[in-house]
């Protein structure tokens, strides 16, 4: 069985944080996927989630990371993975670079210029192999791109991003690129009540057939009371 939980941070007064991520996610362009404000959960939470592209970068695998240290509200994350294929390794057992994904690597820029304000920018690069004779059936090396920013002012979170993925697939019915728009808006009530609304719209294009575009929308509620809480979500997805 696989890791439930598998993760080291050393963090350094200069030399910033080192992380070792095998099985917990969150690093690199992975900790970006939807960073919308919500209540709840994301617009997406729940049984809505299939079949929704997430640009990931090296997150889902066994990965190594080097954050830097913040300069004037700055940080960069490099985060590295020796086999790029959303997996990590069994419990005593050992990864590759077999089959068509290989090594990839991450680069996110994360700004906090001043309070309330978090802005970021990220590319990933994942190198692949050719697994078909054909050169229609070749593969490209896999790009992915994400870049967005919440803004806070009191009780009110606005937050909006754009990502980009191209899957280096160029077979006749492979998905050429996806690219993603999301959008969320939070509001505390008060200490024990809040509310939000996000929308996460994401457009498959392909080469000779038609696109298709998969957007979801989700109003929620949160209420906490002592030690219970209330959450209600109501979700459309089209």
Same mark, same amino acid.
């Given at each position: 069985a696989a890791y439930s939980v598998g993760s080291i941070s050393l963090a350094t007064p200069s030399l910033g944080t080192f992380g070792i991520s095998h099985a917990s996610g969150g690093q690199g362009l992975g900790g970006y996927d939807d960073k919308m404000p919500t209540a709840w959960e994301e617009t997406w939470g729940g049984s809505l989630g299939t079949s929704v592209n997430m640009v990931k970068g090296v997150g889902s695998s066994m990965?190594?990371?080097?954050?830097?240290?913040?300069?004037? +509200? !700055?940080?960069?994350?490099i985060a590295y993975a020796?086999?790029?294929?959303?997996?990590?390794?069994n419990d005593?057992?050992?990864? &590759?670079?077999? +089959?068509?994904?290989?090594?990839g690597v991450d680069l996110v820029l994360d700004l906090a210029p001043?309070? +309330?304000?978090?802005?970021?920018? &990220?590319?990933?690069?994942?190198?692949?192999?050719s697994q078909k004779p054909s050169a229609l059936e070749d593969r490209d090396d896999r790009h992915e791109a994400n870049v967005g920013g919440i803004f806070t002012f009191g009780p009110l979170s606005l937050?909006?991003?754009k990502t980009y993925e191209n899957t280096g697939e160029q077979s006749a019915t492979s998905v050429d690129?996806?690219?993603?728009?999301?959008? *969320? /808006?939070?509001?505390?009530?008060n200490d024990d009540l809040s509310v939000s609304y996000g929308v996460h719209k994401s457009e498959a294009v392909?080469? +000779?057939?038609?696109?298709?575009? @998969?957007?979801?929308? !989700?109003?929620?509620?949160?209420?906490? @009371?002592g *030690?219970?809480?209330?959450? /209600?979500?109501?979700?459309?997805r089209s």
């Open positions: 990965n190594i990371q080097w954050a830097s240290p913040s300069f004037a +509200g !700055s940080t960069i994350k020796p086999r790029n294929d959303g997996t990590a390794p005593k057992a050992t990864g &590759g670079t077999s +089959g068509a994904n290989a090594d001043i309070d +309330g304000v978090n802005i970021w920018i &990220g590319g990933s690069k994942t190198n692949t192999r937050g909006a991003a690129y996806y690219v993603t728009t999301m959008f *969320g /808006v939070a509001f505390n009530v392909r080469t +000779g057939i038609a696109n298709t575009d @998969l957007e979801t929308k !989700s109003v929620q509620l949160a209420y906490s @009371l *030690g219970a809480s209330i959450k /209600v979500a109501e979700s459309d």
